[in-house]
């Protein structure tokens, strides 16, 4: 895996949360270092936390680029939060889905369809997102504020390991 020092490789079809200023970028696993993600056109692999005014966008891109490159030095990790309560799809459905969708165009919104709700669609078959929650108070970007990504019931074990330096 290029980028950050670690003996650890993320298994195919894990979900990995990239923590960017005020919000969290979500992208899915599908192996040698590679993650497919809902990311809007103006972003670019690298963008990192400049990426921030990319949520204002009512497009996106379904992209596959390298984890180092997306996370542009943004701490991530491996978090398959939801596993507690659903199943995920077998890998190979998973990543065929997935692999079929790169490069299409798709409606984007912070609250309903955003990359969160991508990747949890692609793992458990539906879109799932704690970051925007009914009746959350919501930042000037549109999401609920930082932390609030960790709900309770959510198993230490699904927390996900740090991958950053």
Not at 77 to 88: A, G, H, I, L, T
Not at 102 to 129: A, D, I, W
Not at 133 to 160: D, F, K, N, V, Y
Request: hydrophobic residues 35%.
């Amino acid at each position: 895996l290029a980028g950050p020092s670690t003996d650890f490789e993320p298994n195919l079809g894990d979900l990995i949360e990239i923590f960017r200023i005020g919000y969290q970028h979500w992208a899915l696993y599908v192996g040698n270092g590679y993650v497919i993600h809902l990311a809007p056109p103006s972003e670019y692999a690298g963008a990192g936390s400049s990426s921030i005014m990319s949520v204002l966008t009512d497009r996106a891109v379904v992209k596959k680029d390298r984890l180092w490159d997306v996370a542009g030095g943004d701490r991530y990790r491996v978090n398959n939060k939801y596993d507690w309560r659903c199943s995920p799809l077998p890998v190979s459905k998973i990543l065929m889905e997935a692999e079929s969708l790169v490069g299409q165009k798709m409606m984007y919104s912070v609250t309903s369809e955003n990359c969160e709700h991508f990747v949890t669609k692609l793992r458990y078959g539906h879109p799932m997102c704690d970051q925007v929650r009914a009746g959350a108070p919501l930042t000037p970007l549109g999401t609920t504020g930082p932390g609030s990504h960790s709900g309770s019931g959510q198993r230490p074990a699904q927390q996900g390991l740090d991958l950053s330096v």
